[in-house]
């Protein structure tokens, strides 16, 4: 494989995750993406960092479950955001903040007169609508700091005014020119020394989306979540959320998509972020919030939310790649999802599955294939997420229809080894495409092959550039990739040494 591949961390349960199952499956998702360093790796001492959450309708949902698959889970934010202080500690400039817009102006970013505030954010442990000590708060003595250790700043970014923004002129790929007002204090470093106040940056920007569909962009992940970085009121230059660059309908009576996800993108040409761990602890059917499909009318006040229990947590360094695995785990095929591959035109990530390895091999497309059985049970169909959402085309079938048989080895010289493969499918006219296949030993990634035509081939098992398997048994399988995710192993096969 001669191209570098963007790598997503996966890490599952198959129930609703437990308090200590959540922790143990963002550990787990770091640790793929980052290895033995975990977060070490992005973030340094006393430096500065921001994590961007999705807090947009924190009061809506069934009565007992209010912000239940809308806003990021408040274990996901508390945990990461230990994690972080842990590094940075609180001296020497150090500086954490969560942040989103709140819908409203004022600074205080845990106002209880407003149900859009930090304060309102929770999971429900008591059953009731009220923001209880029992509950597993963001903010629950509404004092504009996280709970928990980290003592992480809440900030709404609805009260980041002019004097607050910086407008950058972007050009696009497709040749328009895009003007994103945006927070001083989320630019980069490098960015603010170029201006007048350089003490306005963070070092590290941190993504924590969660798993949602959405009724313009088809799925809400790293890339959708840039919005609530946009003003709500509009800057000179930048007309704002009320202004939204693809809420309103064109003369055909259809959304602008493209408009908004040029906006999106550009946003992320100003800054991107530096890691993304999305909380996939549940999959919202119909977001951005309510089966309604909007976050100002409400039916009842105690309006359900369409959402399944998905128990799953990822993570990436690429929100491309992220975003276009959470495309498929949402059931959804990849390529109806319109902001991947202009994200990918834009240089802001990799959208092609072929270059996007998803950790735990078989895991994801095991995963999909449990979600598919437990929400489609009885006569209900919850999984996939919602077709046509946004234009985002449900997939037929989860399953991969192929098998992979790898041979016996061949043995060359006393160092080189031949394994051949051949992928068999069960339909001659099946829809998924064959996209990368890989050799793995004792565990370890070997060698993989991207491209057309793979439907057999052989690897060359040259132990002298492994030497850590020379001098022993070797246990080996092909693993062969398509283009959403399903990943099959050969029956396992052994070099006797």
């Given amino acids: 494989m001669k191209k570098e591949l963007s790598h997503v961390g996966f890490s599952r349960q198959t129930a609703d995750p437990t308090d200590q199952e959540v922790y ?75 942040v989103d817009a709140v819908m409203y ?80 204090f989320l630019r980069t470093k490098e960015q603010a020394e170029a201006t007048d106040t350089p003490e306005e940056y963070c070092d590290v920007l941190i993504a924590l989306p969660i798993l949602k569909s959405h009724g313009i962009e088809g799925i809400t992940g790293a890339l959708k979540l ?24 064109d003369e055909q009576g259809n959304h602008n998509t493209w408009k908004l996800t040029e906006y999106l993108c550009a946003m992320h040409k100003v800054r991107s972020y530096d890691y993304c761990i999305m909380d996939c602890i549940t999959a919202n059917r119909k977001g951005p919030t309510l089966p309604v499909g909007g976050i100002s009318y409400l039916p009842t006040t105690d309006q359900k939310t369409d959402y399944i229990i998905s128990s799953a947590m990822m993570a990436s360094l690429d929100p491309v790649a992220l975003d276009t695995a959470e495309a498929a785990l949402a059931g959804y095929e990849i390529s109806s999802i319109p902001i991947l591959p202009i994200a990918a035109k834009n240089n802001l990530g ?41 234009g985002a085309q449900a997939m037929e079938t989860v399953e991969p229809l192929y098998n992979v048989d790898a041979k016996k080895p061949k043995k060359i010289t006393d160092n080189i080894y031949e394994i051949s493969y051949r992928i068999i499918k069960e339909r001659k006219n099946q829809k998924r495409k064959i996209t990368r296949v890989e050799l793995v030993a004792n565990s370890e990634l070997i060698a993989g092959k991207i491209g057309n035509h793979l439907e057999e081939g052989n690897f060359l098992l040259d132990l002298s550039k ?22 099959v192993a050969s029956i396992e096969r052994f070099i006797l040494q």
Avoid at 466 to 487: E, G, M, Q
Wanted: aromatic share 10%; net charge neutral; with cysteine.
């Fill in 350 to 390: 990799q959208n092609n599955p072929a270059l996007i390895r998803i950790e735990g091999n078989s895991s994801f497309s095991l995963h999909r294939k449990f979600l598919w059985h437990i929400h489609n049970q009885r006569g209900q169909k919850r999984y996939p997420l919602e077709h046509g959402w946004g």
């Fill in 466 to 487: 492994h030497p850590d398997l020379k001098n022993t048994d070797i246990a080996y399988n092909v693993l062969a990739w398509d283009d959403s995710f399903n990943c």
């Fill in 226 to 249: 840039h919005y609530g970085i946009r003003s709500r009121y509009g800057m000179p230059n930048d007309q704002g959320r009320y202004g939204h660059s693809g809420m309103y309908y």
């Fill in 24 to 98: 143990d499956m963002i550990d787990d998702v770091i640790f793929q993406t980052l290895g033995a360093e975990g977060l070490r790796k992005i973030i340094k001492p006393s430096d500065k960092v921001v994590l961007k959450v999705n807090l947009v309708g924190p009061y809506m949902g069934e009565r007992g479950e209010k912000g239940r698959g809308i806003i990021t889970d408040p274990r996901v934010v508390r945990h990461v955001a230990d994690r972080v202080r842990e590094i940075i500690g609180f001296s020497d400039g150090a500086s954490l903040k969560v």
């Fill in 105 to 184: 102006s004022n600074r205080n970013p845990s106002l209880k007169s407003i149900k859009t505030s930090f304060y309102w954010a929770k999971l429900e442990r008591t059953g009731d609508n009220a923001v209880d000590e029992e509950d597993y708060c963001y903010d629950f003595n509404a004092d504009g700091i996280l709970d928990g250790d980290s003592k992480a700043e809440l900030v709404n970014l609805d009260a980041i005014g002019t004097e607050g923004r910086e407008l950058f002129e972007i050009p696009m790929e497709s040749g328009r020119v895009v003007k994103v007002s945006f927070p001083k």
